[in-house]
């Protein structure tokens, strides 16, 4: 009976989540959706997405650029910081490590118009690179915290046998410790990429050149249709290709993701 209930909690559940996936893709080839007025199935609302504004393609490439950027600054920024916090005493080691974290209790919207200004005063204004700075400054708590923990689970004897052995610090850390930490590092890029991925409010307020818009923005854009009609079947299918890469990424590395936080999220 215990089984029975969680297989039919789980089933429950699953259904709850997957309706709405479902429905998003059987509405993305449905042609009652298009504008155009055509019946039954087809691909024409994929057909209108592809040639909107600057191409499909165009927009895919600029949130890919953004992606990858906050995702190697966050990676890149996070492991090196919580080595530096796992392994080694400083002066005012636990207040940065606190103040970075302080960056979570900050709702990121209030700060936009301030961090528009700044990327003016540094040339990055309307630029993918400063989006993607900025992206990743907010990845910055949860891949601190993350990595300074995987660091702590690793024994210390690991870092010491390498040092005997004639690595540097440097060396150390390439050649043992990021092996060990590799499932929280991917942990770490996972959820900066998914974040960078689907943001809307940065890339809105950040870029002003319709052809650096990014996936979400587009979607937005091209949903009004004729006469402020709402193009739901474009729409659809552009819900449906923004989600194809996130699922594909997810199942790509959905074993280190589950490795990192069973291993680095705690202590231990």
Known sequence: MRRAGFHATSTALAVLFLVPTVWTVFASVNGRQANDGRAGWGTANYSRLLHYGIGLGGY??????????????????????????????????????????????????????????????????????????????????????????????LPVELEEAALIDGCTTVGAL??????????????????????????????????????????????????SGSLGSVDYGALQAGVVTAAVPCVAVFLLLQRYYVQGFTSGALKG
């Open 174 to 223: 390439r050649r043992v410790l990021l092996r060990g930490v590799l499932p929280g590092m991917v942990t770490v890029a996972l959820f900066s990429f998914l974040a960078a991925w689907n943001e809307f409010a940065a890339p809105l307020i950040f870029l002003t050149d319709g052809a650096k818009f990014t996936l979400p923005v587009a979607l937005v854009n091209m949903q």
């Open 60 to 153: 895919l490439v600029n949130t890919a650029v953004v992606a990858a950027i906050t995702v190697a600054v966050t990676v890149l920024t996070t492991t090196l910081g919580g080595y530096a916090v796992a392994r080694f005493s400083f002066p005012g080691k636990n207040l940065v490590f606190l103040l970075t974290l302080a960056i979570l209790m900050v709702p990121y919207t209030t700060i936009l118009i301030p961090l528009y200004v700044l990327l003016g005063w540094i040339g990055l204004q309307n630029s993918l690179l400063g989006l993607g700075l900025v992206l990743a400054v907010f990845q910055l708590p949860f891949g601190l915290f993350m990595m300074r923990n995987s660091f702590e689970a």
